[in-house]
């Protein structure tokens, strides 16, 4: 496990300020201001189609803001997104053709990290279908796969959409241990979920969407 | 990095259950439907033969740059790709290559196969193949700025046909006039060297345009 998660000890963080993102021409939510650091958790709670993805892919650099800022730091300076973010969407972006090493292997060595693979595999539960085809693992199998990816990418800050959605009850247990082990080691996490927060047993920072913080807008 | 993307890309290809040789396919379809619609005959066809050769293989590729982008876009790999801090100069370079690799030279290869159709002389087939392996390049590299601006695009597809058509009409003039030079002049002709220098415009100005492209897509 200290070998996965070695102590992070720069200190990175997002900083949100007076944030507005729209989809499709469609504002979905104004005035988000929040701050994120290492050992902070923050859990984006709100029902479906409310904006939680597209909150995710600003903090991501992925979309432009319509209004407010978005920074990111390391060790107090200002960062890309790609320094310290790493990033599990809701859908798998694992190619069906490949075994699961193989894929892992792949993105290990983007990330040179090469000797974590196996460890990797194994902390996810994965050990015994590292052969089988990406394509072939079940829908919980497949997010397992992803988790495996955000370990191995050593980066300081995770941001995860609904990272349980088709995970059971033991697999939620080795991810709320993952998401424990990642804030132990000086990491931030940024959790999108249908769900309320989960007591993590860390200090979990709240934010709630709501469609009624469009109310008046149209 | 970029080795190992190419490595990834030609893995993909192959286990892709043949969908890669679509392209191999058409080509060898469309000199095929060429010959039978001349008549089969020989003096028809030898001066026109080069000509049907290269746009075979220009259809043929035009077909392929829809798929350089699109599968990576729709799963997400290249927002992971963005996040990893790769360069995406290297990404689109990488691309270009393993398109040239896939789509192109398997082409270039059979170009013996198709001169047996149209009777072609041995020197005529050698000039063909040589001036297509001259303008490889500049094709997989303005097909990869095609699919770049437009991946992600719903309708991309007949859009990257009208966006490369410009930039492939150079090639082909100089294309099929290195070709008919070849006999008089052998390949010290202007027209191969221009090929090359199409070559390089393409490599030094599409390429960065095509890593600007994807990154204005992922922001």
Partial sequence: MSKLFPKINSIAGVSVDALALSRGGIELFRDITVRIASEEILWIHGGNGIGKTTLLEGLCGLLRPDRGRIEWRREHAPCQPSDIIAYQPHLSFAKAVMSTHEELTFWAKLHGTKALIDSALDNVGLTPKSHVPCGKLSAGQKRRLALAKLIISQKPIWIMDEPTAAIDKTGRDMVDALIRAHIERGGGAIIASHNPARALGLKVRKLTLEAASLEGTR | MSVSLIKRDIILALRSGGAWLYGLFFFGVFIALSAIALGGSHELMRPIAPALIWLALIFSAMLSFP??????????????????????????????????????????????????????????TFACMISLCLAAPAIAIYGTLAAAILAGRRSGGFLIVLMTTPFLVPLLIFGLEAVSDYKAEGLGALEFRVLIGLSLIGASVGLPAAAAALKAQLE
Avoid: E, N, R, Y
Avoid at chain 2, 91 to 109: D, E, H, N, Q, R
């Fill in chain 2, 67 to 124: 798929s350089i982008f699109s599968s990576d876009f729709d799963d997400g790999t290249l927002v992971q790709f963005k996040l990893s801090g790769m360069s995406l100069l290297s990404l689109c370079i990488a691309k270009a290559i393993s398109f040239t690799m896939l789509s192109i030279l398997p082409l270039i290869i059979s170009v013996p196969i198709a001169a047996l159709f149209f009777d072609l002389p041995a020197h005529v």
